[in-house]
């Protein structure tokens, strides 16, 4: 797992207008990663480097940050209906990188930035504070009116898109209707306001004659392929566990039927009851989805995080290390069994804890929640200095380099030099020092 390289960078080169957190999810994340991965192959684009991930926006937007990067509000998801529709602004997306749109892009964010802006700034994403709901939460800021002229396609290049984001569909035996169907709930805004608008209109100007377009090269390929039952699975759970999330939990539960007992609607169940609060009835839910699906680690992680958050913290480090033990390579897994182990805070379970964090950012450098419970860790055994580079990571991460710059010099005077945190504190310092410059 990364995050865009380009993220930060696009932070701070558009200021912060206004706050959107990035959601983490360690099941919505997989989800969108199955769904892209067959678009991604038929693009040519290697899926291992690529991250498809999630700003919690109730708008409809999606665009891409660099050639590694797709964001998507998640407005756009919970109004979608069906995979293929998702997968048609996904194929789209990355027509844009394969069309090569985002040379021009770059070059002038450079040029705006300068080449001290590289380095260690173009090696994180500009993470903020924790979504109580979501879990942890990336900010970006963006002004607007500079958002529009920096992910802003032209005509030509969204007709191109189109028809390669078709292609990449067809040849990869999803229907290439979701795409015209997306478009279609756009028709009509060219009418309105600009401020009334949905924002992909604003970067993805629409007409009459690419939707015609568009339509005729969805039916060059043939009608509507066959509904792909894994790729509708994994949307199912992407959209339901958004929408508990992010909604009132009343209407969650007024949505989901009383007598359906889907895997879908107990996971859904389970996080309105939980958010209500209600435990009892959230880990009720969990249980009766737990014995259906005893191996999925995603069903562990949750209840992991909803006993977590209840204040029952041995049995949520029990759940977190079975989540792990199923997928141990994931690290917002990682960082939630590190969690809950520090909430046990004992001797034993915080040297487990430090062992964990330090895997989950050896393969995920770009969690500040992670990196806050790294630097607890650290200190409750005694490394000091280590819980410094932490921390100046976490806080370099949040934008706030000045505040980063302080423990990284504290660092400075207790990791030996050239040891690698000694290295991670000094990069910080050069890069709050060219920020300064600038």
């Known amino acids: 797992m990364r995050l865009g390289l380009g993220a930060l960078l696009l932070a701070l080169a558009l200021g912060p207008a206004r706050s959107q957190s990035l959601i983490r999810d360690a099941e919505i994340e997989h989800a969108l990663r199955e769904l892209t991965r067959p678009i991604a192959n038929a693009a040519g684009i290697n899926t291992d480097t690529l991250d498809i991930l999630v700003i919690n926006d109730s708008s409809m937007n999606a665009f891409v940050v660099d050639a590694q990067t797709v964001m998507i509000h998640s407005g756009l998801i919970l109004r979608l209906d069906r995979a293929e529709e998702l997968q048609g602004v996904i194929a789209h997306e990355l027509a844009h990188i394969t069309g090569g749109h985002l040379t021009r892009r770059m070059a002038n964010l450079r040029g705006a930035r300068g080449a001290a802006a590289m380095g260690l ?33 032209t005509r030509a290049e969204e007709s191109s898109a189109d028809q390669a984001g078709v292609r990449f569909m067809a040849h990869a035996d999803v229907d290439p209707q979701g795409m015209v169907d997306v478009l279609d709930r756009f028709r009509g805004q060219e009418a309105l306001n600009v401020a009334r608008q949905d924002p992909y209109l604003r970067t993805h100007p629409l007409s009459a004659e690419r939707m015609r377009a568009l339509k005729g090269y969805a039916a060059a390929y043939g009608g509507r392929a066959a509904q792909d039952p894994h790729a509708a699975e994994w949307f199912a759970r992407a959209k339901g566990k958004l929408g508990a999330f992010l909604q009132n939990p009343r209407h969650t539960l007024r949505q989901v039927d009383k007598g359906d007992g889907s895997d879908i609607a107990l996971m859904r169940r389970a996080v309105a009851y939980h958010r209500m609060p209600d435990t009892g009835r959230a880990l009720a839910e969990m249980n009766r989805l737990e014995t259906r699906r005893p191996n999925d680690p995603y069903v562990q992680e949750l209840k992991g995080q909803i006993l977590l958050e209840s204040r029952q913290f041995a049995p949520a480090a029990q759940a977190y290390g079975r989540a792990v033990g199923l997928a141990p390579k994931e690290p917002l897994i990682l960082a939630g069994q590190g969690r809950a182990l520090l909430a046990l805070d004992t001797p034993a379970a915080n040297r487990q804890a430090l062992d964990v964090l330090k895997r989950a950012r050896v393969r995920d450098p770009y969690d500040p929640r992670m990196l806050r419970d790294l630097a607890l860790a650290y200190a409750r055994a005694g490394d000091n200095g280590m819980a410094s580079v932490a921390t100046a990571e976490r806080y370099a991460l949040m934008g706030r380099l000045d505040t980063a710059s302080v423990h990284a010099n504290r660092a400075l005077g207790l990791v030996p030099r050239g040891a690698p945190g000694w290295l991670r504190a000094q990069d910080i310092l050069a890069a709050a020092e060219q920020a300064r410059k600038r």
């Open 121 to 153: 700034l173009m090696s994180m994403a500009m993470v903020a504070g924790g979504n109580a709901e979501a879990g942890a939460g990336l900010a970006m800021g963006t002004a607007s009116s500079a958002q529009r002229v920096f992910f802003g396609h």
